[in-house]
């Protein structure tokens, strides 16, 4: 319940306040909802995305690893919000654009 609290508290600032990055972001990070509780540059409920890119950045696995737990959701490697499964509601091409978008910033 505390999760769901926060982000919709999380996704009401955002509506409200926007962010200057959602703009750069892919069409399917905002049309999917991943801006409710993600930015580029800083932590809302869940990392920011260049800091899950410094986290793997070097890393050939990396993209594998991230469409798989952007499509089946987790928890645990980034706090104790869990991340909700996106699939069938997100295309598997829309995850692995907004991976490679995740990716592309530790460049």
Do not use: R
Not at 9 to 36: E, F, Q
Not at 46 to 70: F, H, N, R, S
């Amino acid at each position: 319940m505390k999760s769901i609290i926060v982000s919709v508290s999380v996704l009401v600032g955002l509506m409200v306040t926007g962010t200057a990055l959602a703009t750069d972001m892919p069409d399917a990070a905002k049309k999917n909802g991943c801006i409710a509780c993600h930015t580029i540059d800083k932590k809302l409920v869940g990392p920011a995305w260049m800091d899950v890119a410094k986290k793997y950045k070097g890393d050939k696995t990396a993209e594998a690893k991230l469409i798989e737990k952007v499509s089946k959701g987790g928890s645990g490697i980034w706090g104790p919000v869990p991340m909700p499964a996106n699939t069938p509601k997100v295309t598997q091409p829309a995850i692995k654009e907004l991976v490679d978008f995740i990716l592309a910033l530790a460049k």
